[in-house]
């Protein structure tokens, strides 16, 4: 059965703290690897895709990299408007298209 | 563009009740989605579709219908709500060919 787990739950980084947020999946074959980011009370804003290991995508602050088994979102020298949940989901390659399978999410929280 | 909308923002019902939750897109998007959100949990889907008149159920449809007449709407009906019903929903729409999902702004549903 396709998975997708995120760790940690949740994160406190003080504002110029890099870290790395942990996707790990369980798909059969991969189709693709998305990364969304929701703010509160508000629906998810699609960030990235990749879509084989070794792959890897940017955007600002953030650093999306791809294995055989899991996904990494790199955030270098985060600021308090990076505070959000970030999601992770996977499509199976073997499966309708339109399945996407969600993780629960990571939540953020940037400290000036 | 406004994107994705859905109707209302939130709304509370009594257990037995029926309502429908609306999704528009005006992105011409042949593609469309339903998923709701529980705390701690990723995104299920409950049905999408692949076209106007073209509906398929997703992993959590018990309990709602939809039907897709136009390719802008989407709507959502809870036929005897009830308290497991409780949570916020979010339609999405996705053109063909492409891999990004575009998310509305959601529904908070309470079921007392």
């Known amino acids: 059965e396709d998975q997708v787990t995120q760790s940690p739950e949740a994160l406190r980084l003080q504002e110029g703290e890099s870290s790395s947020l942990n996707c790990s999946y369980t798909?059969?074959?991969?189709?693709?690897l998305f990364w969304y980011r929701q703010d509160p009370g508000k629906g998810p804003e699609f960030l990235f895709t990749l879509y084989s290991a070794g792959e890897e995508k940017e955007k600002e602050r953030l650093k999306a990299t791809l294995t055989k088994k899991e996904s990494f979102l790199h955030i270098t020298a985060p600021k308090p408007e990076d505070s959000a949940t970030y999601l992770c989901a996977v499509q199976n390659l073997k499966t309708s298209y339109d399945k996407v399978i969600f993780g629960p999410g990571t939540s953020l929280s940037v400290i000036p | 563009n406004a994107g994705v909308t859905q109707t209302p923002k939130f709304r509370i019902l009594k257990i037995g009740q029926s309502m429908t939750l609306q999704c528009t897109q005006d992105?011409?998007?042949?593609?469309m989605y339903w998923y709701r959100q529980d705390p701690g949990m990723g995104l299920k889907l409950i049905y999408y579709s692949v076209g106007a008149g073209i509906t398929d159920k997703g992993e959590v449809p018990n309990g709602y219908n939809v039907s897709r007449s136009t390719t802008e709407d989407f709507p959502l009906r809870l036929e005897l709500a009830a308290p497991s019903q409780t949570s916020v929903y979010f339609c999405?729409?996705?053109?063909?060919?492409?891999?990004?999902?575009?998310f509305g702004p959601g529904t908070r549903l309470t079921v007392l």
């Open positions: 798909v059969s074959g991969l189709r693709g």
């Open positions: 992105m011409n998007h042949n593609y």
């Open positions: 999405a729409s996705r053109k063909v060919g492409g891999d990004t999902q575009y």
